[in-house]
């Protein structure tokens, strides 16, 4: 094998088919072209529901930061001819995604008993809130449904206040990432038995696991304990672990076992802390949580946060400034790592916008090309990959079908 064969991206040899919407779907593909494979973006002739949501304020760099190294193409679906097109698509696929309404594409008569006639090695991956099956099937499925219902909002907050959602879609992203794993899954099942599959995910399973800290907390001994724990541990099973005050902002604190606390009482010159029966071992610590948390929060009410952050670094404490937005778009080691790369976007000017989290050894991360505009690679789709005439793409076009 060649050294340029053997640093090629892993997914340069298959194509996606990507009907993914909004966040969940786009996040998997995004993923996936990040990796090679090219990823044809298939819209409606009015474009996605994130694309449309561009008309708001802000709602456009969502678009631009999960569409980046895909081609764009229109398709009417709801046509036989649409329909026809994707069929001609598949055959040459090698997975087709969609997020939309549980049962959406059966009713197309594009769902995976109709299309694994057409391709029998193609994956069908479906993202959804809730699944293919089951009594939630049907519920509009959000991230912020998918939040109340699968317990986030009710662990999410301070005891004495009501619930709040996750600030960022855990939901749509974690399905997404859960979506991409069982597509690799199911493309590794198919080297093996040449055969594709259906696979899915719902947002609302893809989150369970995350719970794990307040379940164990909530079916432990102590029935009394909150439920909303603020920014103490979910299970409150570590202490110190917390976000404390400083003079000009925040700082997150955590310490895993003696260690840490070592740690962190020389770093605040408190020698006496060692011998007091109530900080001990990490049972008592907890037991004493309030009396912990007072004693760090008044030490580092006394430190700008980085000057603090950079205090408890050297003493190997687990630390970390708490930092705004304007903060971590500006991050250096992000940038560093090209995990995220201010790119010249076409439409919405120099924007910060990530790469993959995934890194392959001997391949660079893969330089990122911008969003393309709604059925901008329609000629490169229909005509160049697919084979069509150019006067039958300008018909399907006058027709209304890309």
């Known amino acids: 094998m060649s050294e340029q064969a053997a640093n090629a991206p892993p997914l340069q040899s298959i194509t996606v088919i990507d009907l993914g919407q909004i966040y969940n779907g786009s996040y998997a593909t995004f993923l996936m072209a990040m990796a090679g494979a090219r990823v044809i973006k298939v819209e409606p002739p009015g474009g996605e529901h994130l694309r ?108 004495d206040r009501p619930p709040v959602k996750a600030g960022p879609a855990i939901c749509d992203f974690s399905g997404g990432v859960h979506l991409y794993g069982a597509v690799m899954t199911a ?86 802390l060692a011998t007091d029966q109530r900080f001990t071992n990490l049972a008592q610590r907890v037991a004493n949580i309030d009396a912990v948390d007072a004693i760090v929060g008044e030490f580092s009410a006394r430190f700008d946060k980085e000057d603090l952050f950079q205090l408890l670094m050297k003493n190997r404490v687990p630390c970390a400034p708490v930092r705004d937005l304007n903060e971590v778009i500006h991050d250096p080691h992000m940038l560093a790592r090209r995990a995220l790369e201010w790119i010249d976007h076409p439409d919405l000017g120099k924007v910060p916008l990530p790469n993959s989290p995934m890194r392959y050894e001997g391949t660079e991360p893969l330089p990122i090309m911008p969003s393309r505009r709604l059925g901008q690679d329609n000629e490169k789709v229909y005509g160049e990959w697919l084979g069509l005439a150019a006067d039958a793409v300008a018909q399907l076009q006058s027709d209304g079908v890309i």
């Open 187 to 272: 493309l590794f099942e198919r080297s093996l038995t040449n055969r594709g599959r259906q696979v899915e995910v719902s947002m609302q399973e893809a989150v369970y696991a995350s719970l794990s800290s307040n379940l164990g907390l909530f079916l432990g001994d102590d029935k009394a304990a909150p439920v909303r724990t603020g920014n103490r541990h979910g299970g409150l099973a570590e202490s110190p672990y917390n976000v404390y005050a400083t003079k000009d902002g925040y700082i997150a604190i955590i310490c895993v076992g003696e260690t840490h606390w070592k740690s962190l009482i020389h770093a605040m010159e408190r020698p006496d």
């Open 52 to 159: 449309r949501r561009a008309s708001v304020g802000g709602a456009a760099l969502p678009f631009a930061m999960l569409n980046s190294n895909k081609l764009s193409a229109t398709l009417d679906l709801k046509t036989a001819r649409g329909r026809e097109l994707l069929h001609s698509m598949l055959r040459r696929a090698d997975v087709v995604l969609e997020n939309f309404a549980p049962g959406t594409m059966d009713r197309l008569g594009l769902g995976w008993g109709a299309l694994k006639q057409v391709n029998p090695r193609l994956i069908y991956a479906s993202g959804s809130g809730f699944g293919l099956s089951g009594p939630y099937r049907d519920y509009p499925a959000m991230d912020l449904t998918v939040q109340a219902m699968a317990g986030i909002m009710s662990i999410t907050g301070f005891p």
